[in-house]
């Protein structure tokens, strides 16, 4: 069974898969609020290592709508505080039946792991350390191509902290993937990093970043990742990259903004933006249920 851990698990093949079934879902079943049974009554384990409401909440629902059976071990009263290994905790739950894991970990290795253990269970990365976030740049993928059919001369800018988000990581990875030539970076250079895509420049200045801009991707600091000592002036940050009614005007008029959240705002989008009209934030997470179900297909190899 495949793992999806980062967008190299999966071919354009796959992606168009998942894509289709995730509309399938989200128009045949799910507005009709119908489950699907082809999963009935199989194991998936959830392990969250790290705090999440978006990803944790919609695979749950994803599962649900599966008609799967959900464990979700309660960690801090697991046998991982006494020492138990996650290793040996995936062969318990494996023993027990569970088919399928999700996992967030703080843990960069921990996808190379993963990939040596070789489960006879596959795994989905529901967020790894700044690695990858591969369920999240799909639900964007699907949000973007539900405003454009082709994705050759689209501009995307994706303005924030870059350097630390695995969101950016797996977006830019799929996006170039997907067609998409002329990829911006926006923030300051201590945010940034160097991207191995061509389709990727850098751009320090929000307004020469957004100009010309289809779909604009806001992400939050990383704060809890910052393990060097950031030369960043936070109060010129958010007057520099906060995204407001007045600073969207510099990409294209009928351009897109997302943020995968979770959006801090008065330091991501002003209060003003939270309810603008081009903000998609909540179409997001409004399809990410559907996008998550197909991905579980794609890890059960049922798609
Ligand atoms: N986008 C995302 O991963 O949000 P959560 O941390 O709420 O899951």
Not at 224 to 233: K, M
Request: proline share 4%.
């Amino acid at each position: 069974m495949p793992n999806l851990l980062t967008i190299d698990d999966l071919s354009n093949a796959a992606i168009e898969a998942i894509l289709q079934k995730a509309s399938y879902y989200k128009t045949q079943l799910l507005a009709h609020h119908q489950k699907s049974q082809h999963l009935q009554n199989r194991v998936v384990t959830n392990l969250f290592f790290e705090p999440s409401t978006r990803t944790l909440n919609s695979f749950q629902l994803a599962e649900s709508f599966q008609d799967m059976v959900t464990l979700a071990p309660h960690l801090a009263s697991s046998a991982l505080t006494k020492g138990e290994s996650i290793y040996d905790t995936l062969l318990t739950m494996q023993a027990m039946g569970s088919e399928l894991f999700v996992i967030r970990h703080k843990d960069d290795d921990l996808l190379n792991q993963i990939e040596q253990w070789q489960l006879q269970a596959p795994v989905i990365n529901a967020g790894c350390g700044q690695t990858a976030h591969p369920t999240q740049a799909l639900i964007d993928l699907n949000v973007i191509l539900s405003r454009f059919d082709a994705l050759d001369d689209v501009v995307v800018a994706i303005v924030g902290d870059i350097k630390h988000s695995r969101v950016a990581q797996s977006q830019i990875k799929l996006l170039t993937q997907w067609g998409v030539k002329n990829i911006r970076t926006v923030g300051p250079a201590s945010l940034q990093n160097a991207s191995p895509h061509t389709s990727v420049t850098h751009y320090d200045n929000l307004q020469q970043g957004l100009n010309g801009a289809d779909v604009v991707i806001r992400l939050r600091l990383q704060k809890e990742r910052l393990g060097e000592q950031l030369a960043l002036d936070m109060d010129d940050f958010v007057q520099s990259f906060c995204i407001t009614p007045k600073t969207i005007t510099y990409a294209k008029n009928d351009a897109i903004v997302l943020h995968p959240g979770p959006c801090i705002v008065g330091e991501d989008f002003s209060t003003e933006f939270m309810t603008h009209p081009q903000n998609m934030i909540l179409s997001q997470v409004a399809v990410s249920v559907p996008t998550r179900m197909a991905c579980i297909d794609f890890a059960l190899n049922c798609l």
